[in-house]
């Protein structure tokens, strides 16, 4: 890390640091904040209550009206008993509901889930088998047809189920003169719902031209880790155009009825690691609203997300409308397989499910860290061991580059007297470019680089980052436990206290703890490596920026201290063996030897000089014409 970087890194943490201190509330701010948080929880509840109340009203009289019309086609649909229908396989477990016709409960078995406490609300501990990813009025999919006299809205009418087994149901719903609207359903190997929606005796309820259907997909996305605030950072509403990539809503706003003008192939409604994705054989029909508002913690959910879409329809029956849902793990390998598994030949690249950050680290994360993390998984070892190994596999891998910035930086310091000599001989302001100039052709006849020392840093940023998105999506971590950490996929807690500090949270976490004890460290090793080989006023510079370099690892514990432990755990040890790499190449380095082969290196320049090139060339010619510019204003 060089004087650029050094001062580049104290800015941003300066800049970042400040703008937080200076626009924290007050006391007497935050009191009224609080009250008025109050205030305004109790009115959403209230307005949540009156639509509710408002709802069940406008149902009620819609269903009074459809029953009292008895010229309905799909009258009698509207009086029945509610049923379940379970449809179950090794990895899942879905209840589909008579009233709707369509899944109420999704299980995902052999992942840890939560209990609900006397408040129902989940406890934070993972302690149950299965997870349940959605219940009761959670989750609904209806489907609505528009006839010519008569609508059709599923969710409000009772199908009639036959053909039950363990992965398949056929649900009906019967109209009057022996029509039918008929769902079936396919429960395949996994993860993947199989499911047509088709007429039957019906072309005439439908106007000739009439060739679409709506449907309107409602979720509520239950908070299913401990970390709410980083669990919601990860929870999305996504979507797959069809002759395009992927997208998704703001993850920290509210959108409502966001208009995507192209055609979607999917719509996923996504946990931090776990989905349900709802693809259509041909396409949504462009001009599709989604929805996602981001929900309070005390609600126990993270998101309410909304899709209304429009797809083909056939009212001969001739041909069925087709869909496939996933509703499983939000694994990238899994998520690949399920393009192979859908009948419906498309590029779905759902693995996109799983967010590797932009381009440049995407492929990192995509072509070395997720074979490097499956070759070491396959082995069966503890996560925590997982990401120690990695850590070193990419120390191994950088070593090359990391002795070289070293050794360039120890070049740098045996030359330091040279150097000095420079600054005190060319000390007047008048001589600085040619100071630089002697400089640089100093470097060039020992054979040293300045710049050389910036590569490593450029080679290991990027992964940093690749991991910093990688680490919080693999669900491989979730639940998993490695020393005092009970979950590597949330933050370990060895404080908490039960109310939120502005800029800490509601708990103290010992992995974060370290990082930043780990940062401070290498950071003083780094400053101290530079320290020893600059000059001059880059020396005093050096020694008045020391204290504000230690503002960093202040300033990413306010940052990581709501991070997954496993994230937190592997930059530890990765700042852990950076220091531990740097302080052996100084223990092993003899100044005096590198100075002998560096004034061989200079004899050898000195008797057969090279043309200077690049910097050095550049600021010879300057100086050139600045001693010209010089000697014509003295004539």
Partial sequence: MNKNNIIGFTLIAIVLIAFSWFNQPSTEQLEAQA????????????????????EQTRKAEAEAAAKGDTTNMFHAALNGENKDIVLKNSKLELTL?????TVSKAVIKNFTGHHKNEEGKYDEKLDTKDLTLFDGNDQCLNFMLAGKTDNIVTK?????????????????LNAAGGGAIIIDYRLNEDYLLSMSVRAEGLSGMFAPNYKQMDLEWTSRAKQQEKGFTFENRYATLTYKESKGGTDYLSETSAKEDEKIEEPLDWVAFKNQFFSAVLISKDDFAANALLSSIPQDKETGYLKDYKAQLKTAFDPSGQKA??????????NYRLLQDIEEKSKFGKDLDMQQLVYLGWPLFRYINRFFTIYVFDWLTSWGLNMGIV??????????????LVKKSYMSSAKMRVLKPKLDALTKQYDKPEDAMKKQQEMMSLYSKYGVSPLSGCLP????????????????NAIQLRGQSFLWIDDLSTYDPIV????????????LSLTCVLFCVANLAYSYMSMRQQRDQMVGQQAEQMKMMQWMMYLMPLMFFFMFNDYSAGLNFY?????FFSAAIMWILRKTTNDAKLLAILERRYQENKNNPKKQSGLAARLEAMQKQADELKRQRQK
């Fill in 35 to 54: 009250k008025q948080d109050s205030i305004e929880y109790a009115q959403r509840q209230k307005d949540e209550q009156a639509r509710k109340l408002a």
């Fill in 97 to 101: 509901s008579t009233k709707g016709g």
């Fill in 156 to 172: 409000e009418m009772f199908f009639t189920p036959s053909n039950v087994t363990d992965s398949t149901v056929t649900m009906t």
């Fill in 321 to 330: 409308s087709e869909f496939e849902m996933y509703i499983g793990p939000n």
């Fill in 387 to 400: 990401l120690i190994l990695i850590t070193l596999l990419l120390k191994a891998i950088t070593y090359p």
């Fill in 457 to 472: 840093m450029l080679i290991q940023m990027p992964i940093w980052i690749a991991m910093f998105n990688f680490v919080p």
């Fill in 496 to 507: 908490e206290w039960g109310t939120q500090i502005w800029g800490i949270g509601d708990h």
């Fill in 571 to 575: 930059y530890f040890v990765s700042l």
